[in-house]
C-alpha cells in the first residue's frame, strides 16, 4: 500500500501564494507520474498538475501560468506551488498517482480563497 500525506492548505486572500507539499510513503521513482487533484463541494475531483518522471508537466487549462508542480524524489515529495489564487481555487487538494493504478486518497488539505 502507498500513502500520501498533504500539508500546506490554509485561508488566503485573491491574489495570494501557498505551497503544498505531498509526501509519499514509496520511492516516487516507482510511478510513471505523480498529480495533484482537487475537489470542490459538489463537483467531481479534478487533476490539477501532472509531473512525470521525465519531469515532463501539465496542467488544468484553467491554472496555467499560475500553478507549478515539482518534485523532490529524495525526499519523495510533490510540491504544488499555487500563485494568484482566486476563489475558483477554493477545494480539498490530494495527490496521487497519475498514471496507472492509484493508491488509496489521503487526508488531502483545504484550500480556501477569501476576502
Known amino acids: 500500500q502507498v500513502q500520501f500525506v498533504e500539508s500546506g492548505g490554509g485561508l488566503v486572500q485573491p491574489g495570494g501564494s501557498l505551497r503544498l507539499s505531498c509526501t509519499v510513503s514509496?520511492?516516487?521513482?516507482?510511478?510513471?507520474?505523480m498529480g495533484w487533484y482537487r475537489q470542490a463541494p459538489g463537483k467531481e475531483r479534478e487533476l490539477v498538475a501532472r509531473?512525470?518522471?521525465?519531469?515532463?508537466?501539465t496542467y488544468l487549462d484553467s491554472v496555467k501560468g499560475r500553478f507549478t508542480i515539482s518534485r523532490d524524489s529524495v525526499k519523495n515529495t510533490v510540491y504544488l506551488q499555487m500563485n494568484s489564487l482566486k476563489p475558483e481555487d477554493t477545494a480539498f487538494y490530494f495527490c496521487?498517482?497519475?498514471?496507472?493504478?492509484?493508491?488509496?486518497w489521503g487526508q488531502g488539505t483545504q484550500v480556501t480563497v477569501s476576502s
Open positions: 514509496r520511492s516516487i521513482y516507482n510511478f510513471d507520474a
Open positions: 509531473i512525470t518522471t521525465g519531469r515532463t508537466t
Open positions: 496521487n498517482t497519475a498514471a496507472g493504478i492509484q493508491y488509496a
